[in-house]
DNA sequence: TAGCTTCATCACAAATTCATCACAGTAGAT
DNA sequence: ATCTACTGTGATGAATTTGTGATGAAGCTA
């Protein structure tokens, strides 16, 4: 368990020397990056054991990098997120993660999770894998993908993540603040109303299928599969 | 969701004033405090749904008087932190703190964060999932759906916070002026027979089950499912 | 760099909901 | 029975909310 390399994507100086200090202690070689490119250019010259990389980066954000990690490698990937409600992102679809740890937290949670990582990337593989099928559509979040009546759907990151939120979520109406916070963030400034173009986008995609994405008039929006 | 009190410390006064009027927008009832000192009188005198509290004041720093205040609360706080400052303080994480946020931040974060904090406050126990059953109807608070024996009833907004309202609390009557304060809000400077047309509309929709809601003669409205 | 994709925003059109009013109807009081 | 105060209801124009195409900025690729 010693020796083994771990890339450490922070822009914040200080977090990236703390987290330092402490798996070194453990016995780890750390290597530092501190911003989106830097880390993926060290991805593809060097083989890790581990990725941990922090969310809010400027440049490339935590969420675009990790998608860039897995369209290459399957190199295990911790995030490190701010604590609010980006469980469900987390959970619901990103699945290309393989753990994830909100801030503020303690470096020894930190650390038994760096180990509790490692040891089932070793003893591999029940790759969290789950397809998700709703009506006509089919969800496969590890490889970014949704079919549609089995024809593969082009999508956009920003589609592919509001209609896999939805569709997650199914049932559920979400206020297009919500759904800002959920699908772009917390740190999102724009209009509300930019969520209206998305889903105008996707009923456009989806076709005959257009309204399993139905308005609720006055609140919001919400996936539907049924009536 | 309403009324909640918050308490925002912060030397800064135009920071102050520029949270507190975006918070009063969102319904919260703000106190300021200027320094540390200040704060921990505050919340000693009132109970505070949660505090903000910035690490930079003079006198007491944010630090300790977080630790302070966990000393005999356990109020939620979010402290608002420099960038790249004081990160082996958060980690330690002994201090108790439930967010913090990083300047310079958006105040659509703030609040986002305010309200993923006072929801895990409350254990979640406001979770409107929960169904209601009362009579013919079933209610979906979380899903906005409202079903009459089993076929779900077409209602716009004000239809359905006002029905919603009404079953929540069955057999309590509300004059006119209540319900306009509980559903349409406070600021709803209009006229009291506006309720009576929502009414009937819903009295509609109810079709054979209208005697759901009761006209109490000179007085205002009820649900009502027996008799 | 040029060409392409994605994205956010705006403005206008369309759809839906809302508040109000006037008048009809009803309950309760005298 | 008659009167009065209150409630029911249909119509209507205003206000709010949503749909959508266009546009320019930003980012990515070659």
């Given at each position: 368990?010693?020796?083994?390399?771990?890339?450490?994507?922070?822009?914040?100086?200080?977090?990236?020397?703390?987290?330092?200090?402490?798996?070194?202690?453990?016995?780890?070689?750390?290597?530092?990056?501190?911003?989106?490119?830097?880390?993926?250019?060290?991805?593809?010259?060097?083989?890790?054991?581990?990725?941990?990389?922090?969310?809010?980066?400027?440049?490339?954000?935590?969420?675009?990098?990790?998608?860039?990690?897995?369209?290459?490698?399957?190199?295990?990937?911790?995030?490190?997120?701010?604590?609010?409600?980006e469980y469900d992102k987390l959970f619901g679809f990103e699945l290309g993660v393989d753990d994830y740890i909100t801030k503020p937290f303690s470096l020894r949670e930190m650390i038994a999770r760096i180990?509790?990582?490692?040891?089932?990337?070793?003893?591999?593989?029940?790759?969290?894998?789950?397809?998700?099928?709703?009506?006509?559509?089919?969800?496969?979040?590890?490889?970014?993908?949704?079919?549609?009546?089995?024809?593969?759907?082009?999508?956009?990151?920003?589609?592919?993540?509001?209609?896999?939120?939805?569709?997650?979520?199914?049932?559920?109406?979400?206020?297009?603040?919500?759904?800002?916070?959920?699908?772009?963030?917390?740190?999102?400034?724009?209009?509300?109303?930019?969520?209206?173009?998305?889903?105008?986008?996707?009923?456009?995609?989806?076709?005959?299928?257009?309204?399993?994405?139905?308005?609720?008039?006055?609140?919001?929006?919400?996936?539907?599969?049924?009536?």
């Amino acid at each position: 368990m010693h020796g083994l390399k771990i890339l450490v994507a922070d822009d914040e100086e200080k977090m990236r020397q703390v987290i330092r200090i402490y798996l070194e202690n453990e016995g780890y070689i750390v290597i530092e990056a501190s911003n989106g490119q830097e880390a993926l250019e060290k991805i593809k010259e060097t083989k890790f054991a581990l990725v941990l990389l922090d969310v809010m980066m400027p440049e490339i954000d935590g969420w675009t990098l990790c998608r860039k990690i897995r369209q290459e490698f399957c190199t295990p990937i911790i995030m490190i997120t701010a604590r609010g409600e980006e469980y469900d992102k987390l959970f619901g679809f990103e699945l290309g993660v393989d753990d994830y740890i909100t801030k503020p937290f303690s470096l020894r949670e930190m650390i038994a999770r760096i180990k509790a990582v490692l040891k089932r990337s070793n003893g591999d593989k029940n790759m969290n894998n789950n397809i998700l099928k709703v009506g006509a559509l089919e969800i496969k979040p590890r490889y970014r993908q949704i079919f549609l009546e089995n024809k593969e759907m082009v999508l956009t990151p920003k589609e592919f993540e509001l209609l896999n939120f939805l569709c997650q979520n199914p049932e559920i109406v979400y206020s297009r603040e919500q759904l800002l916070n959920q699908v772009w963030g917390y740190d999102f400034l724009g209009d509300l109303r930019t969520v209206d173009t998305h889903v105008k986008q996707l009923r456009e995609k989806l076709g005959s299928h257009k309204k399993y994405i139905c308005t609720v008039w006055g609140t919001g929006y919400k996936f539907r599969v049924g009536d």
